[in-house]
């Protein structure tokens, strides 16, 4: 069954005193592509992450971000940048010698510039730390396939009636194009009437010969054969147990081949028109392939 490839999903798991929640969304892509954004005690585990969610899906861009909660009891550390505590007093020391300002320089000033006292990172054990995020990363993955395989459905349902539409004007079409040799045969009868003012005149086994001719160069008996197969080979596909979007890609550039083969083709106005309709249709099938996974 196909599968999308755009698709949200979210989870959340807990361990202890940790919780980590995860977004994923997926976009189209050709490849498996990734952007992950992961706190800074995470980022070690980024290919781990990266071999959990291509278990579950091929192709796609895959968008995930990751927050860690840490709700630990114990009383949280701070660091001092001594020495920038010092280049900033000393800066500051400077400007008063400088302006013959009055006064002391005190703490509240010096703790105006950033970053001088800063939370401290606390070391959190790394097995802990791994099994609160894959167990988030897991969740998130296997809802997004969910949520994919559901998108898959309502993609499946429309390429199946736009094909079922093709298939049954391919039949119209048919009966159009073997009305062709008749119309070869009218259009070089007045030609020939026209050029020679005699139309009984003409001889029939010689008129015989340019109307096959004619009609052989434009027979697009061959081309409704090969799309009547490729429309046969898309269903198959589309109800294939794993989803197959490149090759259903591959199968619209057959088609677009044949129709644009059998408009060139063409040897009436109605003709030409179905073969307008169709290729219409083809591309919004077309766009709709690109979503498949």
Request: glycine residues 4%; charged residues 30%.
């Amino acid at each position: 069954m196909i599968k999308s490839m755009t698709a949200f999903a979210k989870a959340s798991h807990t361990k202890a005193f940790l919780t980590a929640d995860v977004t994923i969304r997926s976009y189209n892509s050709r490849h498996l592509d990734f952007s992950i954004h992961l706190p800074e005690s995470c980022q070690a585990f980024e290919e781990e992450v990266k071999k959990l969610i291509g278990r579950h899906h091929d192709r796609g861009r895959i968008e995930i971000r990751l927050n860690l909660t840490d709700e630990s009891p114990e009383p949280e550390l701070f660091s001092v940048d001594t020495a920038k505590a010092r280049s900033y007093y000393a800066a500051l020391k400077t400007v008063s010698d400088t302006l013959n300002l009055s006064g002391d320089i005190g703490l509240e000033t010096v703790l105006a510039a950033r970053n001088i006292i800063v939370p401290a990172q606390r070391q959190i054990d790394t097995d802990l730390l791994w099994e609160v995020l894959s167990g988030a990363v897991e969740a998130a993955t296997k809802e997004l396939d969910i949520m994919r395989r559901r998108e898959g459905e309502n993609l499946f349902a429309d390429l199946a009636g736009r094909m079922d539409y093709i298939e049954s004007s391919m039949e119209a079409l048919g009966q159009e194009a073997r009305e062709i040799p008749l119309v070869y045969q009218k259009r070089l009868t007045e030609r020939i009437a026209r050029l020679t003012s005699d139309a009984d005149g003409i001889d029939p086994v010689r008129l015989a010969q340019e109307v096959a001719v004619l009609s052989d160069k434009s027979d697009v008996s061959e081309e409704i054969v090969r799309l009547a197969s490729h429309i046969s080979l898309f269903r198959e596909v589309m109800n294939a147990a794993d989803s197959q979007g490149r090759k259903l890609n591959f199968l619209i550039q057959e088609f677009n081949r044949e129709f644009n083969t059998i408009g060139s083709k063409a040897g009436n106005a109605a003709l030409s028109h179905m073969v307008v309709d169709l290729k219409s249709e083809l591309e919004k099938i077309r766009e709709q392939v690109q979503n498949i996974e």
